[in-house]
């Protein structure tokens, strides 16, 4: 844990950086707190859905196979709780320093950038955070359902890394065909997709995306697909959270 | 240990790790490859220069020098030397011939006080600045007196990673308070290796 707090702090302060190719078209300050907090993102958010992935798929996944679980389920405990107790240490303990330490490692470094768009930042880590929170909401119910850690852990890497690729091929066919319908259905799952499209917009005007321009996102829309994503996230965990209630058998 | 005292030793060890990672930071020398320049100028009686302007981030800092023969007002302004000179075109047009008079800059300061970031009324003027924010960054070099200034110019732009001192400062404050937060694990760790068997049966030879 300290080893990952401490690597957040650097992270912090290393990857972040201001897009200066974006100062000249009249960026918005909004726009500037976006590209601000996304520079940064990259390699702490990898760090994250790595010791999210392992600590489910794994931390889970090992007790379920040495039976520990099963020694929890004769506790007078119902079993939704140790679900909750398993991913609070799981998840909760991991996003909490990533969120905490990257949103006060950009304020020490641009206060005035920072605090009067703290919403902002908030809402860039929300969009950034969707897809590896699905990704380890899918690794949660694979572990249920194999009952072991070690394949789910695999698809959960390969599953984050196709969504990425997916992502780039999307934008790609959207760029070229001026066909978008890909892009949203895309940004359900990314909403940083979405984000992105809106704040560069926001920077560089509608032309940005030379013949995409047809899609140009508002605000309402950005908060719209990342509660709409958010939505999805939530079911899958339900899901895992029936299917160990009510079928997992030991 | 007592679970309480495990989860602040916890807490401690974090903020520790935390307050380390900023002294790394802190240490990073700023890169010395940025722009700069120094040249030696005139400023007429009653008139206002402007050296330097540019956007800045607060990943830069700049190093501005000002020698001058007779005291005169230097000033960092947060606004675009345009806007500066834009303001005072559409507000004063036709009054003076010269639209960097220091009647005019004096007027704009009193309407944009707020994008002063630093002014002082000096014969040597060297000044550190890191913005806060991306932000325009204007110099000027002001001669309220009735002769001219001979002035000696130099500005200097660097990279860093972050500004130094912040970050020194809450690594001066966070890694004392984590190590004392820290102590009840310290004694832990110190009496379980205490009690550890130094001879018997269990112990290898």
Redesign the interface.
């Known amino acids: 844990m300290e080893v990952f707090c401490f690597l957040y702090a650097i992270g912090a302060f290393i990857f972040a950086g201001f897009s200066s190719s974006l100062f000249g078209f009249g960026t918005s300050e909004d726009s500037v707190a976006y590209f601000l907090t996304s520079s940064l993102l990259g390699f702490p958010l990898f760090i994250f859905v790595i010791l999210n992935l392992k600590n489910v798929a794994f931390g889970l996944g090992n007790d379920l196979e040495k039976g520990i679980v099963q020694t929890f389920f004769s506790y007078p405990i119902k079993r939704r709780w140790i679900l909750s107790a398993k991913l609070l240490s799981a998840v909760g303990v991991g996003l909490i320093p990533f969120v905490g330490i990257l949103t006060s490692g950009l304020y020490v470094l641009a206060p005035d950038v920072v605090g009067p768009h703290l919403g902002i930042v908030l809402l860039t880590f929300a969009t950034s955070l969707s897809e590896p929170l699905l990704v380890t909401g899918i690794v949660l119910l694979v572990t249920l359902l194999l009952k072991r850690g070690a394949l789910a852990l695999v698809l959960g890497i390969v599953t984050y890394f196709a969504l990425a690729i997916l992502q780039q091929i999307v934008s790609v066919i959207a760029a070229f065909t001026n066909n978008v319908a890909g892009l949203q259905v895309l940004s359900l799952i990314s909403p940083n997709l979405i984000a992105s499209r809106y704040f560069s917009t926001q920077s560089a005007g509608p032309f940005f995306f030379g013949q995409t321009s047809s899609w140009t996102p508002t605000f309402g829309d950005v908060l719209a697909y990342t509660a709409g994503s958010y939505a999805i996230v939530i079911i899958i965990f339900l899901l895992g959270y029936l299917y160990f209630s009510r079928r997992l058998n030991l | 240990m007592n679970r309480w005292l495990a989860l602040i030793s ?1 807490i401690g ?2 903020i ?3 307050g ?3 002294l ?2 802190s240490l990073i020398p700023s890169s010395s490859s940025g722009n700069s320049a120094q040249y030696n100028d005139q400023v007429q009686a009653n008139m206002f220069h402007s050296p330097f302007a540019s ?1 800045m ?3 830069q800092v700049a190093t501005f020098t000002v020698t001058s023969d007779r005291t005169v007002d230097v000033y960092v302004l947060e606004v675009s030397n345009s806007f500066l000179t834009n303001w005072i075109v559409s507000h004063y047009t036709g009054k003076y011939f010269y639209t960097n008079n220091v009647t005019y800059l004096k007027s704009f300061l009193g309407n944009f006080s707020q994008s002063i970031a630093y002014s002082q009324s000096t014969t040597a003027f060297d000044y550190r600045y890191t ?4 932000t325009n960054a204007t110099l000027i070099v002001s001669n309220p007196s009735s002769s001219e200034a001979l002035i000696q110019i130099g500005w200097k732009i660097t990279q860093q ?3 130094a001192s ?2 020194a400062t ?1 690594a001066d404050w966070s890694i004392p308070i984590g190590l004392v937060l820290a102590i009840p694990w310290f004694i832990d760790l110190y009496q379980r290796r205490a009690r550890k068997p130094t001879s018997g049966a269990n112990v290898p030879v």
């Open positions: 916890r060890t974090i520790t790790s935390i380390l990672a900023f790394l930071i956007i981030t607060p990943q913005p806060t924010k991306v990673v972050a500004p912040r970050v809450l």
